[in-house]
């Protein structure tokens, strides 16, 4: 089982470190004079590496909507580096003193396992292999596997341990894991500053502005609750077995299903860590259920996927989007909407800022009444800028209510978290409209419009 040896499994070194390591061959004995089975091992062994560097560099062309593409894809990444870590396992020896292995070799490909893992999670929502993606990163540190790579000399491979706390501590949050990861910040913290010292890079603001980032994104969440015993309770939104209130006599279940979902941040100066805004961080936690353990589940003997997809999706599919430019929404909409099940529902969070119209129109159509700003790819404009432009014409990168209507052909359920939410309010057959008032009279103050829902189905 994977579970049982997974911090086992070695790195693959880059081509010219392969090529060190051959010449590791020579500078212990001539090449003639080791045994023909250790060349072979050795051979084999740089193969599945290059292999799984390959397959691993290809990840980031496959398409990033879609349930079908990539799945192959990733189960071959797996699989190949299933055999890596079996191979290193069984000829770890010679590999040790022909090749020269180092641990931080270990670590890195320990890390990318983590990396698939977490991935896999991000495209099939099941949170089980976050779970999994976790026991690698936390088997790293614990193992120490990036203890000495400052005493390489080699700026490189620190920053590759910098980029495995910043991803452990991703995985840990979406963990709701806060004592840990304040134990991770101050960590990386200590790593930055003395990566910064002893090779005094360029990069030391990018490191700074990461912590920053982190520390605000924890500081932003501060609700704790304490039990009898006056301990702190972690409190998860996620849905736990058994938690959800029964129906009440008389009540039928309903025929849709909620089936996908595009979680949306575009916020002016909104707390973030990694492009995962805080309202994007709670969003998904809502649409998921607790993680269980893979182990429990049915696993091929000796890889690393799951031999069979479960027969029923325990949690919504979702997609991620932070600061999304139209075109990009548009997409991911689509493709989305092209591969809804029959009796499902497609979610659209949008946490973004308002866009208002200016004057009044004669005609308060699906376009006159502003909307929800997109990401403008071309320039770093303010969004507060974009909006005084001239109205002369449309923002071009608004998401007006009209530009919705196409995708309610199928069943659509919409939030917007936005100051102009109230854009959305649109009577219009099959809309339902339930939001917030935007004025309290006994506190004779203007309430931010929080939430407006939409549930857009057919008019049956």
Known sequence: MLVQHRVTVVQCPSRKRRQRGTGNMSMMGAEEDIPLGERKTITDFCYLLDKS?????????????????????????????????????????VLDTRYGLRRWQIGEVASKIGQLYYHYYLRTSETSYLSEAFSFYSAIRQRS?????????????????LRYYARFIVVCLLLNKMDLVKVLVKELTDEIEDYTQRFNTEDQLEWNLVLQEVAAF??????????????IVT????????????????????????????????????????????????????????PINLAAQSVKPGTLEPSEKPAKRENPHKYLLYKPTFSQLYTFLSA????????????????????????????????????????????????????????????????????????????????????NST????????????????????LKLHVFPTYCFYYLCEKN
């Open 53 to 93: 560097k390959q397959l691993f560099n290809g990840l980031r062309d496959l398409p990033q909507h879609g349930h079908k593409q990539w799945q192959s894809y990733f189960g071959r990444t797996f699989d190949v580096y299933t055999k890596l870590w079996k191979f290193q396992q069984q000829h770890r020896q």
């Open 145 to 161: 596997y990036y203890h000495e790579v400052s005493k390489e000399g080699r700026p490189e491979l620190v920053v590759k341990k």
């Open 218 to 231: 924890v500081e932003a969440d501060p609700v704790m609750v304490l039990n009898n015993d006056n301990a």
């Open 235 to 290: 409190i998860s939104s996620r849905q736990q077995d058994g938690a959800v209130p029964q129906l009440e006599p008389g009540m039928v279940v309903g025929q849709l299903a909620l089936a996908d979902a595009l979680i949306v941040g575009n916020c002016n100066n909104q707390v973030k860590f990694s492009e995962l805004t805080i309202d994007m961080f709670r969003m998904l936690q809502v649409l998921e259920r607790e």
């Open 336 to 419: 989305s909407f092209k591969e809804l099940p029959a009796s499902s529902v497609l979610l659209l969070y949008l946490s973004a800022t308002g866009v208002f119209p200016v004057g009044h129109a004669e005609y308060e159509g699906p376009y006159d009444l502003g909307g929800v700003m997109t990401s403008n790819s071309r320039d770093s404009v303010n969004e507060e800028t974009v909006q005084r432009r001239s109205q002369a014409q449309k923002e071009m990168h608004c998401l007006h209510p009209g530009d919705l209507y196409p995708f309610t052909r199928k069943p659509l359920f919409i939030i917007v978290d936005s100051s």
């Open 423 to 442: 854009a959305y309010k649109l009577q219009r057959n099959p809309f339902f409209c339930a939001h917030t008032a935007t004025w309290c009279p006994k």
